[in-house]
């Protein structure tokens, strides 16, 4: 089938679906989303061009941004519960609070959460029987999203929850079992994060470690509000899932390196580096790589979507990516401010090693990064034939 005639087709396909939920009853029928973006001071042509904007992050066609925008003004259609393991909230933090709300975050607001315990009023019985309500109602249609690592086995009783004191493992599974789709909501959820980090003293493992069910991860620490919503978005378009890769993450997110689309990339092929932070060199700009930017090993598109309503990221800031949306980062990316040497590490690359020093960069990063482009290639061509 020729591009545009699939393309034509799956447009077709995602208009009758968003149809068939316009029909459906809104969760919260109170909320327009344009009276909430305007009151907000979005107008129309603002909410038109952040769907365009997101439809290009989904690596749709331009001619989707209408659908995108359907998307989201049904998005109250669709129950969401949103679940707290072991974590520091910084995931939902990042995308709600702000003092001047971007359209994700009002979009995010709009969406209908059944249950998400940082912007509950209810605490307490009240909140568990929120729950274990939502949980009933919409089985078979909520999504599920799942912030943080959560402890496993004999460990279980390190997260204990609500009034009957469930275990964490146990909230999960329940809410797993009927969920139309699961979402692991940052790198504790996704791979453990920082709980699972060496010595791991609570057994804290990923959410994909408690289900059998498939979970969909979005990494990151955090991740950016875009892939949040993305992922909603895209949801509510196809009823089904992204190309995943190997470690399940979307590739419209996940897809390239930091490394890829960064704008130091130019210095890094010239040589010029910065030697220690605050020297003559960073005031210019170079690459980050000899004072520990691990952008060459980390997939995620943060250089193009950057975080505080598009302002900045990391590396644009001046400190080194330190691979935040890779399995296992807190242990196979440290130390976070010096080259990874000849540090073997288990993420994308699979236990194969990095440069040997930062002297000679050039040639074995080169090679080495070309090495991590084919791993990648192979193992999400092997994770997508699946
Ligand atoms: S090493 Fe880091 S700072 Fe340098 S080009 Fe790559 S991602 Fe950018
Ligand atoms: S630049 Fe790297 S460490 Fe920073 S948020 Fe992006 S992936 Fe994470």
């Not at 001071?41 to 992050?57: C, E």
């Not at 259609?77 to 975050?105: K, Y």
């Not at 997260?159 to 789709?181: M, P, S, V, W, Y």
């Not at 598109?301 to 949306?325: D, E, M, V, Y």
């Amino acid at each position: 089938m020729k591009i545009q005639d699939a393309n034509g087709e799956l447009f077709k396909q995602a208009s009758k679906r968003l149809d068939e939920l316009a029909k459906l009853p809104a969760h919260n029928a109170d909320k327009d989303l344009m009276q909430e973006l305007e009151s907000r001071g979005f107008s129309r042509r603002d909410f038109m061009k952040w769907s365009g904007m997101m439809t290009a992050t989904l690596a749709l066609p331009a001619s989707f941004a209408p659908l995108t925008a359907k998307a989201a003004e049904v998005a109250n259609r669709l129950p969401v519960v949103w679940l707290h393991m072991a974590e520091c909230t910084g995931c939902s933090e990042s995308l709600l609070r702000s003092d001047a709300p971007s359209i994700d975050s009002l979009i995010f607001d709009y969406i209908s959460l059944e249950y998400h315990e940082t912007v509950m009023a209810a605490a307490g019985w009240q909140a568990e029987q929120n729950l274990h309500h939502a949980i009933e109602k919409y089985a078979g249609e909520y999504i599920l999203m799942v912030e943080g690592g959560i402890p496993k086995g004999s460990s279980e009783f390190y997260l204990t929850i609500g009034g009957h004191a469930r275990t964490g493992a146990e909230e999960a599974r329940i809410a797993a079992k009927n969920a139309k789709a699961i979402f692991a909501i940052g790198t504790c959820s996704s791979f453990g994060g920082i709980q699972a980090a060496h010595p791991n003293p609570t057994n804290a493992v990923p959410l994909s470690e408690i289900t059998s069910r498939n979970v969909i991860n979005v990494p990151g620490c955090p991740p950016s509000e875009k892939n949040i919503v993305g992922n909603v978005l895209h949801y509510i378009l196809f009823g089904s899932l992204p190309t995943l890769d190997a470690y399940n993450r979307p590739t419209w997110a996940y897809g390239l390196r930091i490394h890829d689309l960064c704008e130091r990339r130019g210095r890094f092929d010239a040589g010029q580096f910065v030697e220690h932070f605050g020297d003559e060199n960073a005031q210019k700009g170079y690459c980050l790589y000899k004072v520990g930017c691990k952008g060459p090993y980390t997939f995620n598109n943060c250089s193009k979507l950057r975080f505080n309503q598009h302002t900045s990221w990391p590396i644009q800031a001046g400190h080194g990516c330190i691979g935040c949306s890779e399995p296992h980062f807190w242990d196979t990316m440290n130390p976070f401010e010096e080259p990874i040497g000849n540090k073997l590490y288990a993420t994308s690359f699979n236990g194969l090693g990095a440069d040997k020093t930062a002297d000679t960069i050039g040639a074995v990063v080169l090679g080495a990064t070309a090495i991590g482009i084919a791993a990648h290639a192979i193992i999400s061509s092997t994770q997508n034939a699946k």
